[in-house]
């Protein structure tokens, strides 16, 4: 790898981790407890490098190159790819604020690498960054879960990388640390939001529904007034009728006596007021005729205006009702998946805690074999 200088260009102090050659899918802890992670210039073959020595053995020999990408994949944890030496690096840093150290510095150092500078124009030489941390006890993925664990970076897996860059590094499903418990925080996320939109389609129906209740017995009240104003109605025609049947029978009853009066040869002074009350009562029944058959006509015109009425009533009430269960029938639905969904990532939860249980106890048993 060249001599390089014997000071580093920066460092900095992470656990070190690699890609399983085997599965591709899992990370293997190279070191067992946070160590240097140096930049150095290799002045022989003019490149930079990443390096890191354990016991006196070096975990973590790295050729920069300028298509090599740097991903932050939560608070403390990043990870690249070295198409060379055919794997993934992962580094787990002490907090927050180290990882973008050197995240900064791995990109300066490639944009050094892209313009052809000399690296004492751009980097700092013999700046070092000292960091020092409590050695930790966690070993392999659950150490790595401790520097996944409250990231903000979304889902828990290796993010995909080019395959120009990474070589026989395997794209896809390979899951990075702490991917069990980013895996329940998005099915947390999704109960939340589909709870809350449930709750809005709810509280909707629900004012829906009153609205057609208070529509529902404003046009009860409407079927009501018009049915009795029908029924007055009603009555009233039979009440003329009646009255028109009595004028009927009287003007007859007028004319037979009339008629008999002037056979047994009554005089006229007797005939004359009869005449005349005759003639009144024939004037009176042609009016109150003619009264009866403009009430009739009015009334049935005003019937059948109600009665239409009715009807559209009688329909409006109908497909009131209608929308009235249907929205019964949807709240009944809402209840019921939201119920599921909250079954379905209880079940999830459940098996991902086992899964991990079930892991922390193979762990604890190969240290102890080992």
């Known amino acids: 790898m060249g001599e390089p200088p014997k000071l580093p260009l920066y460092t900095t102090k992470a656990h070190v981790f690699r890609i ?24 022989i073959k003019s490149s930079f490098k990443i390096l890191s020595i354990d016991s ?22 990043g990870q690249w790819a070295d198409a060379k030496a055919g794997t993934v690096y992962g580094l787990g840093f002490p907090n927050e604020v180290e990882l973008t150290k050197f995240l900064e510095k791995f990109n300066e150092v490639k944009s ?7 690296p004492e124009g751009t980097l700092t030489k013999h700046s070092t960054v000292q960091i020092v941390t409590p050695p930790l006890t966690l070993r392999g993925e659950q150490q790595a879960n401790g520097y996944y ?22 794209d896809g499903s390979t899951h990075s640390p702490g991917s069990h418990r980013s895996s329940s925080s998005s099915s947390e996320s999704q109960l939340k939001y589909e709870n809350d939109r449930l709750k809005k389609a709810l509280a909707q129906s629900s004012a829906n529904s009153k609205k057609w209740e208070s529509e ?22 039979e009440k003329w009728k009646e009255q028109l049947n009595n004028y009927k029978e009287e003007n007859t009853r007028l004319r037979k006596k009339t008629s008999s ?44 205006i109600l009665r239409d009425k009715n009807t559209e009533l009688v329909r409006r009430i109908q497909m009131l009702e209608s929308e009235r269960k249907h929205t019964e029938k949807a709240k009944n639905a809402n209840e019921n998946i939201k119920w599921t969904q909250a079954n379905d ?18 762990m604890n048993s190969l240290f102890k074999n080992s």
């Open 20 to 43: 399983d050659p085997a599965t591709k899918k899992s990370w293997l802890a190279k070191s067992k407890e946070a160590v240097n992670i140096s930049f150095y210039f290799d002045t």
């Open 56 to 77: 006196g053995k070096a975990i973590l020999n790295c050729t920069i190159t300028h298509g090599m990408v740097f991903t932050r994949t939560s608070q403390k944890f």
């Open 112 to 118: 050094t690498i892209g313009s052809g500078a000399s």
């Open 149 to 170: 664990a409250g990231g903000s970076s979304g889902p828990g897996s290796i993010k995909s990388i080019s395959s120009a860059s990474t070589g026989s590094v395997e």
């Open 216 to 237: 529902f017995q404003t046009l009860k009240n409407n079927n009501a007034r018009l049915t009795a104003a029908l029924q007055e109605s009603a009555v009233n025609v």
């Open 261 to 304: 009066t002037g056979s047994v040869g009554s005089t006229s002074s007797n005939t004359d007021p009869m005449e005349q009350r005759l003639h009144e009562t024939e004037i009176k029944l042609k009016r109150k005729e003619e009264e009866i058959n403009r009430l009739s006509q009015h009334s049935g015109d005003e019937l059948r």
């Open 345 to 362: 990532v209880r079940h999830e939860m459940e098996v991902k805690i086992k899964e991990l249980s079930s892991l922390q106890h193979k």
